[in-house]
């Protein structure tokens, strides 16, 4: 188990990073804080802004039933799938035993797993990569571009990226977004964003072509880069994927928070 202030800090980023993005996506998006649970449901094509995680520390196993029997329910009525998001160290021992079994009771099934990662490693050099030029994105083709980059690298289709970029004034403005350009065509993206103090990196990803260049970690670099120049923060959070989780290290970040995503089971 690792240090429970770390999931803490893990779970309140996506919390207060999702509430901004799926607000943004939709005014009058479910974003409700029930006990035990931060509702974060855009109800788009988009399947990352449809997000409930559990909140309280110590869950035992009676509780985090309850808590995924409540889930299943949010995400039952609604029209698109999303995930639950679940950071393992904040149940007790007794509840991450039960964890599996539990969630088959309520209808979830497994879906992947992921890890928190943060640092105080900010600010990064400025990054540089023989084959890219980084370009901030600023209008409507750069963030098409940068949607179909994810749906592309997560095995979405393109219209579902779209559905929930597309038109952002808050990612054209005051989110720090960059592509990262080989020969003209974007190739590789990443975003940071502050929330509560922090840089958060956000919606990495690299068409699958491109992928083990480097690519990925030298476009985070420059978005932590421009986002801790314009913030001035020193701490960076994220949540990563199996496949990206390798990146990280490198730029300094440290694992410190697994994960599990659960989908309704078909």
């Known amino acids: 188990m690792h240090d429970l202030a770390d999931s803490i800090e893990s779970m309140e980023q996506l919390a ?30 988009f399947a990352f802004w ?10 035992d ?42 969630a088959g009771q309520a209808g979830l099934a497994h879906a992947f797993p992921g890890t928190g990662m943060a640092g105080d490693l900010l600010p990064v050099p400025e990054p540089a990569h023989p084959d890219l030029t980084f370009v901030r994105v600023t209008t409507d083709d750069h963030l098409r571009a940068f949607a179909d980059l994810n749906s592309r690298a997560y095995g979405f289709p393109l219209e579902d990226g779209r559905d929930g970029l597309a ?38 990803a690299t068409a699958p072509e491109w992928q083990r260049r480097g ?28 496949a990206g989780a390798p990146v990280y290290p490198r730029i300094g970040f440290e694992p410190n928070s697994p994960m599990r995503f659960y989908a309704l089971r078909d």
């Open 167 to 204: 038109g952002s004034a808050l990612w054209k403005n005051q989110v720090y977004a960059y592509l990262g350009v080989r020969d003209g065509v974007p190739v590789t993206c990443a975003a940071t964003v502050e929330a509560q103090g922090r840089l958060f990196v956000v919606l990495v």
């Open 215 to 242: 690519y990925a970690e030298a476009v985070t670099r420059k978005a932590l880069h421009e986002g801790a120049r314009a913030t001035g923060t020193t701490r960076a959070t994220l949540h990563a994927t199996a």
């Open 16 to 45: 207060a990073v999702w509430r901004v993005m799926v607000l943004d996506r939709d005014p009058d998006a479910d974003v409700r804080d029930l006990p035990g649970i931060a509702v974060r449901w855009a109800d788009c094509r």
């Open 50 to 59: 449809n997000c409930v995680t559990l909140t309280e520390v110590g869950m």
């Open 61 to 102: 196993a009676g509780l985090l039933r309850e808590r995924l029997n409540e889930t299943a329910e949010i995400m039952r009525s609604k029209k698109h799938p999303g995930f639950l998001w679940l950071f393992e160290d904040l149940l007790d021992e007794e509840a991450r035993a039960a964890l599996e079994a539990a």
